[in-house]
């Protein structure tokens, strides 16, 4: 028995022919499902790139403990529970993050692997001399990834030297030398078609359009705010990059065909995340509200020993089940710590393995899905704490934590997943604040797009029930309960949700005591810079705003002032929190 595994970074489910995008050129996607069963609820788990790695290792959650980071030294891999049982396991990827402090872990645990270069501002090529970039809509804000970027454009000149058409093309190769060899997995693991959307005329050329803007192809994580135009450039960007990634997806299925492999061969095809493509007026994945374009993912799967293949279910999954999937197949016995499920009841019978998932991002909202609803839980307050990180590996995406980081830090008692090992517990700092959207529920079965927030106490009790059952299940901190305001055994009652609400209705109010008038969005400015605002300096707010204000002929409150309050009190970093204002106005 052999196993492949295809995945993609950041592939938005709903422009693929498979979940109903018409206009797309993905041939092989298509082709992909009429061998495969297509998922049509899949969710992420831990967002974004690394958290969801390590979920494909571990089987259970890591955003409830920890945010971006390494392998824990307590974790149970299932790559090296493959390797340690016999099979044989080869990474081919071009994904930047292995290579980094944050993700360094990872790739080391297979029996030998492979590294494309020049993705994402990859530290590959060395120009001192600084690189010709043409006039962006986007660019500063990525710093040194912007510029070692177009370092690297500049040798990646030929479609067969783009990261994406070496990492496949080395993934054939292994399968082309082992193919009569048993019992080996291969991850043939694609960067693309993350950010930036950068690819050959080839694939731009399926998408003709009149655009004759300034270079846009690498959308900052923001609201969007370009021209009509200029948003469907990027959407055309994006869809060249998915149609190149469609190219290789049919290598591998031509592979498939040449040596038989349907007959012996597991296939996964499926990826991290999605990624906003203006959807809700939003860029990105990771500081908005996390919409189905970015959770509800792509799943394709083939299983030899079952003939199922043109099939849909709506049975729900999510990224933690890959594991306990994959070590199923193999016949490798499935870790007690691991809390996903094997897959293989929904292809032998399409009987059910979850009622409900979680997922998110450390510190910020605590979703719930149980298929039909959707249910956004934030912070209980404006303080979203007490939060903390756990770990043995104390690294954030591209460094080690600042020895400052340090302080407080104690010894947190082991956790039930942890062997036997206390852990670090360290204050988190955290780079968002979902209280500053609230509480949301969606009815995926009225209203797929998730438009509108409904308002059902009742659902919304069920979703904390299924939310507190996996907490528990997870052995999730103690203070994750205290910080969305629910309890552990998440029996909540109606009257109770009814009067959190109206507290938090009064703990929004804004209000200086000056009878002042707040004129345009200031109202909405100032909340927002008020759940942006480290809690230490969040008391001279309101007092530091109303010394601007009473300077006045007349008792008023502007954006502007808003805007130069937070210039005032962040001084260096004031040009990114006024442009994160200015955005979340628009």
């Not at 655009?211 to 869809?239: L, R």
């Not at 990114?576 to 955005?583: A, I, S």
Request: glycine share 6%; charged share 25%; proline share 7%.
């Amino acid at each position: 028995m052999r196993a492949v595994m295809l995945m993609f970074d950041s592939l938005n489910k709903h422009i693929l022919p498979n979940y109903g995008c018409n206009w797309i050129h993905a041939p092989h996607f298509q082709r992909l499902s009429e061998r495969t069963m297509t998922f049509d609820k899949c969710y992420a788990g831990s967002l974004p790139c690394v958290p969801s790695r390590r979920e494909l290792h571990t089987g259970r959650y890591n955003f409830l403990h920890r945010s971006w980071g390494p392998l824990e030294p307590f974790d149970d891999s299932m790559i090296d529970l493959l390797r340690k049982s016999g099979v044989y396991t080869h990474l081919t990827t071009d994904h930047t993050h292995y290579f980094e402090d944050g993700g360094a872990t990872y790739h080391t645990r297979y029996n030998s692997w492979e590294y494309a270069r020049g993705q994402e501002g990859d530290p590959w090529k060395g120009n001192v001399e600084d690189p010709h970039i043409p006039e962006s809509l986007s660019g500063p804000k990525q710093g040194d990834l912007w510029r070692q970027d177009w370092v690297n454009r500049q040798y990646l000149d030929s479609e067969e030297k783009m990261p994406l058409a070496v990492t496949v093309n080395r993934g054939i190769e292994f399968i082309e030398k082992n193919r009569d060899q048993d019992r080996w997995f291969l991850q043939i693991e694609a960067f693309d078609p993350h950010e930036p959307f950068f690819t050959q005329p080839k694939y731009k050329d399926l998408y003709p359009h009149a655009y004759q803007g300034k270079h846009y192809d690498w959308p900052d994580y923001s609201k969007v705010t370009q021209q009509p135009e200029e948003v469907q450039h990027m959407k055309y960007e994006y869809a060249a990059l998915v149609s190149m990634c469609d190219e290789y997806l049919g290598k591998v299925l031509d592979a498939f065909d040449q040596y038989d492999l349907w007959k012996d061969t597991l296939l996964i095809v499926n990826t991290d995340h999605g990624f906003l493509l203006g959807e809700h007026r939003w860029w990105g994945k990771n500081i908005q509200p996390l919409y189905n374009e970015i959770t509800n993912l792509p799943l394709f799967i083939w299983d030899p020993r079952y003939d199922v293949r043109s099939r849909r279910t709506d049975a729900l999954v999510q990224t933690i089940d890959l594991p306990p999937t994959l070590l199923e197949f193999f016949e490798v016995d499935i870790p007690a710590d691991m809390q996903g499920s094997s897959i293989r009841p929904i292809i032998e019978s399409n009987s059910p393995i979850r009622v409900a998932a979680l997922f998110g991002i450390h510190g910020g909202h605590i979703n719930c899905t149980d298929g039909r609803y959707v249910y956004m839980r934030g912070p209980k307050d404006i303080n979203n704490g007490p939060l903390y990180e756990y770990t043995l590996m104390p690294t954030h995406m591209h460094h080690m934590f600042n020895p400052k980081e340090f302080a407080g830090m104690e010894l947190a008692a082991p956790f039930s997943f942890t062997k036997g090992c206390s852990v670090m517990r360290l204050l988190a700092s955290n780079f968002l604040n979902p209280y500053l959207y609230g509480d949301l529920l969606f009815d995926l079965e009225t209203n797929p797009s998730q438009e509108t927030v409904i308002a059902d106490p009742v659902v919304e009790a069920t979703m904390i029930g299924h939310i507190a059952r996996l907490m528990r299940e997870h052995d999730a901190p103690v203070e994750q309960y205290a910080r969305i305001g629910i309890p552990k055994d998440g029996m909540v009652t109606v009257e109770e949700l009814e009067r959190e609400k109206e507290t938090k209705r009064r703990q929004n109010e804004v209000d200086l005591g000056l009878k002042e008038r707040w004129i345009g969005k200031s109202k909405e400015a100032f909340f927002t810079l008020s759940c942006l605002t480290p809690k230490p300096m969040r008391s001279m707010l309101n007092v530091k705003l109303a010394t601007m204000v009473q300077s006045k002929p007349l008792p008023e409150v502007s954006e502007d002032d808003v805007l130069q309050l937070a210039t005032s009190l962040f001084g260096n970093q004031a040009p990114r929190l006024v442009g994160f204002l200015k955005m979340l106005l628009v």
